[in-house]
Nanobody, 112 residues
């Protein structure tokens, strides 16, 4: 069955970096637009970044210059590299294969 499994979240200090991974299985990964969303406590879920099947990225203005998205179709994995992390980046990060499939999310906490 379709699975999207996120990993790489955790606790990091402000200014630090994390790389999130999303491993896909059960569908034709290479044909899908892949996205990362996040949801902070008390806020709506927001799109962070997306990447087309050919690897063209789009990054939200709120994280542009700090985050980047990439994919490896051979490994069926999409990545979110997060640098210069701020406390406001704290939240649950979700991987999505647009428009139908969501992962369970991975927690990111940015705190001293």
């Amino acid at each position: 069955q379709v699975q999207l499994v996120e990993s790489g979240g955790g606790l990091v200090q402000p200014g630090g970096s994390l790389r999130l991974s999303c491993a896909a299985s059960g569908f034709t990964f290479s044909g899908y637009l892949m996205s990362w969303y996040r949801q902070a406590p008390g806020k709506e879920r927001e799109l962070v970044a997306s990447i087309t099947s050919r690897g063209s990225p789009n990054i939200a203005d709120s994280v542009k210059g700090r985050f980047s998205i990439s994919r490896d179709n051979a490994k069926k994995t999409v990545y979110l590299q997060m640098n210069s992390l701020k406390p406001e980046d704290t939240g649950v990060y979700y991987c999505r294969a647009e428009p139908w499939h969501w992962g369970q999310g991975t927690h990111v906490t940015v705190s001293s």
